[in-house]
């Protein structure tokens, strides 16, 4: 079945600096990636998202690339905000009906100012 | 637009009593429903999942069940709890068809004493 390793579990970056977290996976067949974020007592919120027929994907400041050769994708946030402190967490799965997101085990992003 | 609501939002029960969390979902139908546990400092395991009503498949065995009376009603039970089961259930909807993006409820906190 799909594993999903997340990298690293803690980051801490000055405010206006960018930050980076990045997963890989382990079956070649999942094709949908998407990322959440999750504030202290919070249900996880979905960010964004790609699917393997895509490269990369931006939203404002955030983009998500992926390398399906080498089964990693990688969340890029720019000129980072205290309010982007939260922990992310990506997942993957086979983008089916029903099927579950196997979830890496969250960063922990702490943007100071 | 589509909501989804978890109760209760916390819950201190003692070992060996009953469980029932309630999911409910507006604004959609039809969707597929997911019960994931989060526990503390980890990510995310997929405990139910149902593509309808009565459809129910779980991931993980263990003294919990779930059932889906309604087309936008997942319930989470148990009859006797145990200790570890104490966590965060978080509650998630996908719209099913071509879209699988999952978007998750507020979620419970459960404290088994």
């Known amino acids: 079945g799909e594993n999903v390793e997340q990298h690293p579990s803690t980051l801490s970056v000055q405010e206006g600096d960018s930050a980076v977290i990045k997963c890989t996976y382990s079956?070649?067949?999942?094709?949908?990636f998407p990322w959440y974020k999750q504030e202290l007592g919070k249900g996880p919120q979905l960010i964004i998202d790609?699917?393997?027929?895509?490269g990369e994907k931006k939203d404002q400041r955030i983009a998500v690339t992926l390398n399906k050769t080498a089964k990693h994708f990688s969340l890029h946030i720019t000129e980072t905000q205290p309010e982007d402190s939260a922990v992310y967490f990506c997942?993957?799965?086979?983008?089916?009906?029903?099927?579950?997101?196997?979830f890496g085990k969250g960063t922990t992003l702490s943007v100071s100012s | 637009s589509q909501t989804i609501h978890q109760w209760p939002a916390t819950l201190v029960q003692p070992v060996g009593s009953p469980l029932s969390l309630e999911c409910t979902v507006e604004?959609?139908?039809?969707?597929?429903l997911y019960w994931y546990r989060q526990a503390a400092g980890r990510g995310l395991q997929l405990l139910f999942y149902?593509?309808?009503?009565?459809?129910i498949s779980s991931e993980v065995p263990q003294n919990l069940s779930a059932s889906r009376p309604q087309d936008r009603q997942f319930i989470l039970s148990s009859k006797k709890l145990l200790l570890s089961d104490s966590g965060f259930y978080l509650c998630?909807?996908?719209?099913?068809?071509?879209?699988?993006?999952?978007?998750f409820g507020p979620g419970t906190r459960l404290t088994v004493t």
């Open positions: 790609i699917r393997s027929n895509v």
């Open positions: 149902s593509v309808g009503i009565g459809q």
């Open positions: 079956d070649s067949a999942s094709n949908y």
């Open positions: 998630a909807w996908s719209p099913g068809g071509s879209e699988y993006e999952q978007y």
């Open positions: 997942a993957g799965s086979l983008n089916q009906a029903g099927t579950a997101l196997i």
């Open positions: 604004g959609t139908s039809n969707p597929n």
